[in-house]
């Protein structure tokens, strides 16, 4: 995989301004959005970020926070794919090895899924060697998004069965 970087003087992250990067990797034809910035909670700054990239399409690309080091990068992967979303994360894995990783797939919801909006991010978060399965349910007008839901059965279920299908 070749990845070009062009940079880019600065990038809004948590109302700052911050160092950021444009990557391409053209061996998927992906465009992410790097910037680097300090925060105290990555699953607070990743509900942060969904909340802010919800339109009328939903929320893509799909978005994805690491911190290695303290510091946290932030990707927006334009990948259709979830099977390739999985596959961009484990390269994250392999490569940076973050101390702590968020990431989600924008989804359409269906009746029997625990959830009451139509539209949701499915997800997982990693910690100290762990996956921690979530849900945050959205709708874009009125504007609605919901808080982090770990205990959603469905989703959790399906999340656990994909990382463990892509060994991460």
């Known amino acids: 995989m ?3 970087f062009m940079f880019v003087p600065w990038a809004r992250c948590s109302g700052k301004l911050w160092p950021a ?3 391409q990797s053209r061996g998927w034809g992906r465009w992410s959005f790097l910037a680097r910035c300090r925060l105290k909670s990555l699953t607070y700054q990743f509900h942060e970020v969904i909340s802010r990239a ?4 939903g929320v893509f690309p799909h978005q994805c926070l690491d911190i290695k080091d303290g510091k ?3 990707s927006a992967v334009a990948i259709n794919d979830p099977a ?3 596959v961009y994360v484990k390269s994250i ?3 940076r090895k973050p101390d702590q990783l968020a990431f989600g797939l924008d989804r359409f919801c269906k ?3 625990g959830t009451t909006l139509n539209d949701c991010i ?3 978060y990693r910690n100290e060697g762990t996956w921690k399965p979530f849900v945050i349910e959205y709708q874009n007008e009125p504007r609605i998004v919901k808080p982090i839901d770990w205990e959603n059965a469905f989703w959790n279920e399906r999340i656990m069965e994909d990382l463990r299908h892509f060994k991460l």
């Not at 919800?54 to 399409?57: N, S």
């Open 111 to 113: 009746e029997g899924q």
């Open 122 to 124: 499915t997800g997982a």
């Open 84 to 86: 390739q979303a999985y």
């Open 54 to 57: 919800i339109d009328e399409q």
């Open 93 to 95: 894995m392999l490569t």
């Open 2 to 4: 070749i990845v070009v």
């Open 21 to 23: 990067a444009l990557v």
């Open 72 to 74: 946290v990068t932030m």
